[in-house]
């Protein structure tokens, strides 16, 4: 008897514009293949005009979803059925998963940062100066107040868009928060124990930016974190390690937002291990 071969894999992947240097899908094929999962992660190049034909070709093609990054995040949420409670909050989208033709809106880059942040530092009672006020920024802030930081300062070289989120924020959240203007070179407040970059600054190839800081205003006390996944160990991270500060890479936020993105997707939860090893490896 012949053994039946099925060659249909289940799609996944990510629209964003630069993606070429993104290694999301390293990882999650890593873990599909460790858990025995028939399927893909493809980085597709979506120019922002071709957003909506982009998504509506995910679901004609039978995707279970796909993750958002730069610059769609925002935009992504007014092609879709639905918009969970956070992501709502948030107000971006960076995950989509389909169930049964219906697009719904998730946010996972919050949740993957918390996770990742509280290997090093506790958020409670906290602040912590996030530098950008995009979709990434908007998820962390959100996350953090959730998550109980006393304040969060928003730092944007746009102070409009600085003000609106920090307003947003305490609007929205048990949290205090504050925009402070960032025109010139920014001196870290002295009571912010968690310093995040929440901007493309430093991201491959432009390794050797990083976000223009007073360096020295950084205490030894202070966790210093980096959204930025390639590299991983970024100028701002080296910069506040001479400092004598804890960092955190990008790498584990986006390990732990794949660990909830996949999960949407397929309903398993993937082993963190395998993952992180792969993005070690890629990065060695």
Same mark, same amino acid.
């Given at each position: 008897?012949?053994?039946?071969?099925n060659?249909?894999s289940?799609?996944?992947?990510?629209?964003?514009?630069?993606? &070429?240097? !993104?290694?999301?899908? @390293?990882?999650?094929?890593?873990? $599909?293949?460790?858990?025995?999962? &028939?399927?893909? $992660?493809?980085?597709?190049?979506?120019?922002?005009?071709?957003?909506? +034909?982009? @998504? #509506?070709?995910?679901v004609?093609?039978?995707?279970?979803?796909? !993750?958002?990054?730069?610059?769609?995040?925002? *935009?992504?949420?007014?092609?879709?059925?639905?918009? =969970?409670?956070? *992501?709502?909050l948030?107000?971006?989208?960076?995950?989509?998963?389909?169930?049964?033709?219906?697009?719904?809106?998730?946010n996972?880059?919050?949740?993957?940062?918390?996770?990742?942040?509280?290997?090093?530092?506790?958020?409670?009672?906290?602040?912590?100066? @996030?530098?950008?006020a995009?979709g990434a920024?908007?998820?962390?802030?959100?996350?953090?107040?959730?998550?109980?930081?006393?304040?969060?300062?928003?730092?944007?070289?746009?102070?409009?868009?600085?003000?609106?989120? %920090? #307003?947003?924020?305490k609007? #929205?959240?048990?949290?205090?928060?504050?925009?402070?203007?960032? %025109?010139?070179?920014?001196?870290?407040?002295?009571? &912010?124990? /968690?310093?995040?970059?929440?901007?493309? /600054?430093?991201?491959?190839?432009?390794?050797?930016?990083?976000p223009?800081?007073? $360096?020295?205003?950084?205490?030894?006390?202070?966790?210093? =974190?980096?959204?930025?996944p390639?590299?991983?160990?970024?100028a701002?991270?080296r910069? +506040?390690? *001479? #400092?004598?500060? *804890?960092t955190?890479?990008?790498?584990?936020?986006?390990?732990?937002?794949?660990?909830?993105?996949?999960?949407?997707?397929?309903?398993?939860?993937?082993?963190?291990?395998?993952?992180?090893?792969?993005?070690?490896e890629?990065?060695?």
């Amino acid at each position: 008897m012949t053994a039946t071969h099925n060659f249909l894999s289940t799609l996944t992947g990510v629209f964003a514009s630069p993606v &070429a240097e !993104n290694p999301t899908g @390293v990882m999650v094929e890593a873990a $599909y293949r460790h858990h025995g999962v &028939a399927a893909r $992660y493809v980085n597709c190049d979506v120019a922002p005009e071709n957003l909506e +034909a982009a @998504v #509506r070709g995910a679901v004609a093609m039978g995707w279970v979803g796909f !993750n958002c990054s730069l610059p769609h995040k925002v *935009a992504v949420m007014a092609f879709l059925d639905e918009i =969970a409670e956070s *992501a709502a909050l948030i107000g971006a989208v960076n995950c989509v998963v389909v169930r049964e033709g219906r697009l719904v809106g998730e946010n996972t880059d919050g949740q993957g940062f918390l996770a990742s942040l509280r290997t090093t530092v506790d958020p409670r009672s906290q602040v912590a100066l @996030v530098l950008g006020a995009g979709g990434a920024a908007r998820a962390i802030a959100v996350e953090l107040a959730l998550a109980g930081a006393r304040k969060i300062v928003i730092a944007n070289r746009s102070p409009q868009r600085a003000a609106d989120l %920090a #307003r947003h924020v305490k609007e #929205r959240t048990p949290a205090d928060a504050a925009a402070i203007d960032w %025109a010139g070179t920014l001196t870290v407040p002295d009571d &912010a124990g /968690i310093v995040i970059n929440a901007t493309s /600054i430093g991201l491959f190839p432009h390794v050797d930016e990083r976000p223009d800081l007073d $360096y020295g205003s950084l205490g030894p006390a202070t966790a210093v =974190a980096d959204v930025i996944p390639n590299p991983p160990h970024t100028a701002f991270l080296r910069a +506040a390690e *001479a #400092r004598g500060c *804890a960092t955190i890479d990008g790498l584990g936020m986006l390990v732990n937002q794949a660990v909830i993105g996949i999960r949407l997707w397929t309903g398993v939860d993937a082993d963190t291990h395998v993952m992180r090893a792969a993005l070690d490896e890629l990065f060695a």
